[in-house]
C-alpha cells in the first residue's frame, strides 16, 4: 500500500493519538488470546496470565525479572503468578541463597499454552504480510514503536533521577 504525503497525519496528531492506539491494540490482543485459550478449553489463566507465560519464555527466570520484563504491577503479578503455579502452568523453586527471592520456569502445560501462543501470532502475521512491502512495514512499525518503547523509557529514568532533560 503506497501512501502519499497527502495523506500522511502531522506528527503532533500521531504523537497525540499513539498511546491510545497501542492501548487499544493491547485489549484487542487481550481478546484474541482469550478466544485461542477457550478455543483450546482452557479456562483457568486469563490472557494475561497466558501473556505472563510468554514474558517467562523458554529460560528459568526470578520473580523479579518478571515483574521488570513484563512491566507488571508487584500484587498484580503475585496474584497472576499464584494462579499460574497453582493451575500447574509454571514451576516456582525458592533461591537456595535467598529464601525470599524464587526461581520461574514454564511446566509442560506451560510449554503447551506459549506454543500455540506463537502459532496463533504466526498465523495472524501471516494474515496480513502478503509481500516484501508489508514485511517491510512491520519491520519498520516494529522499530518504531522500540524506539517509542525507549523514549518513553528515557522520559520516566530522567524524571526519576531529578534530571533535567529536555523532553
Known amino acids: 500500500m503506497t501512501v502519499s504525503t497527502a495523506d500522511l497525519k502531522p506528527p503532533a496528531q500521531i504523537a497525540q493519538d499513539l498511546p491510545r492506539l497501542i492501548e487499544r491494540m493491547h485489549r484487542r490482543y487481550l481478546d484474541v488470546v482469550r478466544i485461542e485459550l477457550a478455543r483450546r478449553g482452557t479456562h483457568d489463566i486469563s490472557p494475561v496470565q497466558a501473556m505472563m507465560l510468554g514474558t517467562i519464555g523458554h ?33 516456582r523453586q525458592a533461591s537456595a541463597r535467598d529464601r ?33 512491502s508489508e514485511n517491510r512495514d512491520l519491520d519498520i512499525a516494529h522499530a518504531t514503536l522500540r524506539r517509542l518503547e525507549r523514549r518513553w523509557t528515557d522520559a520516566i529514568r530522567a524524571e526519576s533521577h531529578g534530571d533535567d532533560a529536555d523532553f
Open 59 to 91: 529460560e528459568e527466570i526470578s520473580v523479579r525479572d518478571l515483574i521488570e520484563r513484563g512491566y507488571y504491577l508487584g500484587s498484580n503479578a503475585s496474584y497472576n503468578l499464584k494462579n499460574l503455579v497453582d493451575c500447574g502452568y509454571v514451576q
Open 100 to 132: 525470599r527471592s524464587a526461581r520461574l520456569k514454564l511446566s509442560a502445560k506451560g510449554r503447551d499454552i506459549l506454543a500455540a501462543l506463537a502459532k496463533l501470532n504466526v498465523d495472524m502475521a501471516d494474515g496480513i504480510i502478503k509481500g516484501e
